[in-house]
């Protein structure tokens, strides 16, 4: 059964976030601050953590940055729970590490519907890293092989420069996933210290690369975050 930590301090939002999950059948349980979490982190690993940014004894991005640093728990999976309108704290939760967010107040339909996509993307990864010796990333009509630096779209070679094969197969190999500018500048360009409309100018070259074949809608901009490819 798919067992989750929710980690939020305000204890009507714990209740009903607890009472739509196990309703979804999974397993739940709460903290109320990041003392607790690690003690519930400690007595079993949850498959998910929905962590609040703010709670009372330390902020939950803070402690993201620590789970992510730690080879024992980088891979967990973490959705943030951040308040409405603060775009810069959204960006702030991706950079740190989270798989995705949701901004309070949110309908539990859609909360439950972020949460089995981030398990989704999770398992897809595993199961793609069983099979890296090939070093090909598929997805949908895309087919990207790094060892040969070759893409194609159903079969037709798409020419890239070194830059845009690399954010394609960033892309590629995290469906659904957002990555704010500074992600893919670290990533990519393995520096900060670029001017972030260098992504910008390289995503419009690859999407010029990518017109009029079937993957031409496959990245998508997420307004005021960065980009994300949308799994076809
Ligand atoms: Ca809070």
Redesign the pocket.
């Known amino acids: 059964m798919t067992f989750l930590l929710i980690v939020?301090?305000?204890l009507p939002i714990r209740e009903l976030v607890s009472f739509v999950c196990e309703r979804e059948g999974f397993e739940v349980v709460g903290a109320a601050d990041v003392g607790e979490a690690c003690a519930a982190l400690k007595a079993r690993r949850p498959d998910l953590i929905l962590l609040?940014r703010?709670?009372p004894d330390r902020s939950g991005q803070s402690w993201l940055e620590d789970l992510k640093k730690d080879p024992e728990t980088a891979d967990l999976p973490v959705i943030m729970l951040t308040a409405r309108g603060e775009e810069r704290d959204r960006v702030e939760a991706l950079d740190a590490g989270a798989d995705d967010y949701i901004v309070k107040p949110f309908f539990p339909r859609e909360l439950v519907a972020r949460i089995r996509a981030v398990l989704r993307r999770q398992g897809q990864e595993k199961a793609r890293v069983e099979r890296s010796d090939e070093n090909i990333v598929r997805c949908g009509p895309l087919v990207m092989n790094e060892a040969r630096f070759e893409a194609s779209v159903d079969g037709v070679p798409v020419k890239l420069s070194g830059k845009e094969f690399r954010l394609l197969h960033l892309f590629a190999s995290h469906p659904g996933r957002v990555f704010s500018r500074a992600q893919l500048l670290e990533a990519v360009w393995e520096s900060v210290y670029v001017d972030e409309r260098t992504v910008d100018v390289h995503m419009l070259r690859l999407r010029k690369a990518l017109a009029g074949t079937a993957a031409e809608d496959l990245i998508e901009t997420v307004r005021g975050v960065g980009y994300r490819c949308r799994g076809l």
Request: charged share 65%; net charge negative; proline share 0%.
């Open positions: 939020e301090d305000e609040d703010m709670l």
